[in-house]
């Protein structure tokens, strides 16, 4: 397990991507949650812009001790649905089993924010109860390894993980979440891919980007070694205020995915986590975006913009409606925003002879 390049106050400043006049406010910030930037993604920062999206992502902001009254410490409620140590059981066919709480980076905007970091407990004892959990429930069909990053475990580790997996009869997909290729792309080695492909199950990579440029050439070349081992990767986002709230970024990034090979499939409304108040975009504006998606990009590049239930409810979709009910008929809107009856109604009448006639 590699150490974030860029790991506390000290390292920000020295590279200059935190002025000397932030140390006291910003070393607040680190004194609760974990502070770590890869020098893959820390090279992508313009110091010149005070808005960079890539900085606003990884570099602490004092906004974050700011508690508003609706944030929360578990707002998908994991605890709550966690049997047993490393498990989280929300819908009946499928669990998270929560490996490690360290991270190649540390999103600001995390929802785990208050369990990950370097000096966390990881949950590696407890395998044996989290695999003895998989084998009794029979619905479970897929397990989403997940934490912190599962991807920073050591090829040893990693590979017994996958082995015993593969060796419970009724799962049948297996899916990694990462931010590792983007994060820190020389970890995904072709040795890597082999491990994950040779489990005898399914298995899915699903990475983490928020931004067209963390697709660098580098990445781009870390999800090909995947894909062309023959594993399938898709693509998670977070709408982020001041990263990629605008239809031009989300376009470019949506593309960004399909020409590395990795299909989009959720654009997630940020979570209610504490201190993440100056990310959140609302619900009419998130539509709005993902509406206007519908008339630039083809099927292949559009994700599903869905809502995390706080509490432990589980994820629904909340995109803009195009398709609404209207006197015993539908009103369809298109890509250019008309609207059209369905079923047509000159079709509608017409249906009408013809039974009449018979």
Known sequence: MRKPQLANVEDLIAAGLVPEAQREAIGKV?????????????????????????????????????VRPEDMADPIGDAAMSPVDGIVHRYPDRVLLKLIHTCPVYCRFCFRRETVGPGSPTHLDALD??????????????????????????????????????????VGIIRV???????????????????LR???????VALHANHPRELTGDARAACARLVDAGIPMLGQS???RRVNDNVETLEQLMRAFVRARVKPYY??????????????VSIAEGRALVGALRG???????????????????????????VTGEEGAYRARDFQGESHLYPPRHDAVALDEIAREA
């Open 177 to 195: 979440h990462t931010r590792v290729p983007v994060a820190n792309p020389a970890l995904v080695t072709n040795a890597l891919a082999e491990i």
């Open 129 to 170: 109860a989290a695999f003895a959990y998989i084998a009794a429930h029979q619905a479970i069909f897929e397990v989403i390894l997940t934490g912190g990053d599962p991807l920073v475990l050591s090829l040893r580790r990693l590979a017994d993980i996958m082995a015993r997996l593969g060796a419970i009869e009724h």
């Open 267 to 280: 654009l997630h409304h940020p979570d209610l986590a504490r201190g993440t108040a100056h990310f959140r």
């Open 30 to 66: 680190a004194e609760r949650y974990a502070i770590g930037l890869s020098g893959t993604l820390a090279a992508l920062i313009d110091r010149d812009d005070p808005d960079d999206p890539i900085a606003r992502q990884f570099i602490p902001d004092p906004g974050e001790l700011v």
């Open 198 to 204: 040779n489990t005898g199950k399914t298995v899915y």
């Open 296 to 322: 630039r990009l083809s099927g292949l590049c559009q994700p599903v913009y869905v809502l995390d239930i706080p509490g432990g409810f589980g994820k629904v979709p909340i995109g803009e409606g195009f």
């Open 238 to 240: 977070v709408l982020l």
